[in-house]
């Protein structure tokens, strides 16, 4: 398998684990307002179509950015707002790696 299968490969796994993760971490957090508005974003259609948020702000992917809201919660919460933030981080390197590797390849075959 070449590199950029490996990579888009790789980045739909964490990408399907990242929603997963993100709607369990939506559950384990409950209803806590601070808690939803800090870590979830709302839907980009408006509230016809989903009346909770369920994906997680692309600012908790960075290292630096944390979840200040969550201090409270259970450890599951907190686990399962991090793995979907780690599994979220790796889908972005590994998509930003695969166009990487097919820069990389064409400019090589040519």
Known sequence: MDSPELLISFAGLCMMLQLVL???????????????????????????????????????????????????????????????RLSGTAFLICILGFFASLVYVVGHEA
């Not at 369990?24 to 974003?41: K, M, Q, T, Y």
């Not at 908790?60 to 399962?80: E, N, T």
């Open 22 to 84: 993100s709607l369990f971490a939506r559950f384990a957090v409950g209803s806590d307002p601070n808690a939803l508005d800090e870590i979830f974003g709302h839907p980009v259609l408006g509230t016809p179509f989903s009346r909770r948020p369920y994906l997680m702000k692309a600012r908790l992917f960075l290292p630096w950015s944390r979840a200040k809201s969550l201090a409270g919660h259970s450890a599951i919460a907190q686990l399962a707002v991090w793995l979907a």
